[in-house]
């Protein structure tokens, strides 16, 4: 094991605009696929079949890759300008996650680690790796934890000391076998305000999360009709949820986020609900060019604001929303029939 070439590296993650680089082991989570396990025996994950696939790599990360001798994760803020929780009182216009109010994440980060994995190719020719950005069979978060980025807090995402809860994951599995760091201890005390402030009652219990009623899972994973009881607490959120992020008090600490390209568009912030129900396909495809919410389609997008605009209380968007009723898209012309419901009821 290198001390002085991890202390390179540590260097040189921070030069290509990372704010946390920790070590740990492949190995280093020993109750993860227990964990992963009893969420998956629960149907927790609801829609996301691809959590129950690959278990033996997703519970295991040393059986991803058997030859890897070290895990290097590494964090990248994303911190909001602005408090995204001002929009939600905001009940004509939409609720986007802050992470997609612009580029994709996952481009950014890869490209910038492999940057990373390259010049440690070029201090140890002999090494490989494989980098990993919320695309593979790897637990992201439960590793960061082990290499010392932080805990996993009360509402499962990551926290840190330094950068509170908004930042990126990627990791860098190598065979360079490099000291490990200490993990990091959990700092959420009695404080419940995560949980508090989900509209849907996500979170069974403290550290545990059910999918199933997750905000981000119902706008972005979940596929056909959203539960009727559902779709009442989703209040103006159209795609994503930042409700428990934003209310963690860790960040006070949050690190000022450096990528321009993670800047918020302007349109994006608290965009009109009646401007982007009518989006065609082809709209739809223009106006999220290169952000994550291109993934989900127009029709799964427009579900999404059609319940907004049935839980906005506006009486002047029936029009617009009864003009759906029709829809080729069985799941948007059934958001669209309760989107009127509820506004002429």
Aim: glycine share 6%; charged share 25%.
């Amino acid at each position: 094991m290198s001390a002085a070439l991890k202390d390179k590296l540590i260097s040189h993650a921070r030069a290509e605009g990372f704010a946390q680089i920790g070590i740990c082991r492949p190995d280093s989570v020993p109750d993860l696929a227990e964990r992963l396990a009893d969420f998956v025996s629960k149907e927790r994950h609801g829609q996301m079949a691809w959590m129950a696939e690959r278990m033996n790599w997703r519970g295991a990360p040393d059986a991803l890759w058997p030859e890897a001798k070290s895990v290097i994760m590494l964090a990248e803020p994303y911190t909001p300008a602005q408090d995204p929780t001002e929009v939600l009182g905001m009940r004509d216009r939409g609720a986007i996650s802050v992470y997609a109010q612009n580029r994709d994440y996952h481009d950014i980060v890869k490209k910038r680690l492999k940057r990373v994995g390259r010049w440690l190719i070029e201090q140890e020719p002999d090494a490989q790796i494989k980098v990993f950005v919320d695309t593979a069979p790897v637990m992201e978060k439960p590793l960061a934890a082990s290499a010392g980025l932080g805990w996993q807090g009360k509402h499962t995402n990551l926290l840190s000391r330094e950068l509170g809860n908004w930042f990126f994951l990627g990791a860098i599995f190598t065979t360079v076998d490099l000291p490990p760091d200490t993990p990091a201890r959990e700092n959420c005390g009695s404080c419940t305000a995560c949980l508090d402030a989900c509209p849907t009652k996500a979170f069974p219990a403290p550290f545990q999360l059910d999918a199933r009623r997750c905000i981000s899972y119902l706008t972005i994973e979940h596929h056909g009709p959203v539960d009727e009881e559902l779709r009442a607490l989703m209040g103006n959120h159209i795609y994503g949820c930042d409700d428990c992020l934003a209310a963690c008090p860790w960040n006070k600490f949050a690190a000022e986020a450096h990528e321009l390209r993670y800047a918020a568009r302007e349109d994006l912030i608290a965009p009109r609900l009646a401007e982007l129900v009518m989006l065609t396909d082809e709209e739809f495809r223009t106006k999220f060019s290169g952000s994550p919410i291109k993934r989900v389609g127009r029709n799964r997008f427009v579900r999404n604001v059609l319940y907004a605009i049935g839980n906005s209380g506006d009486t002047s968007v029936v029009p617009l929303a009864a003009s759906l009723q029709n829809d080729p898209d069985p799941t948007v012309q059934d958001a669209a029939q309760w989107a009127v419901k509820q506004l002429t009821a």
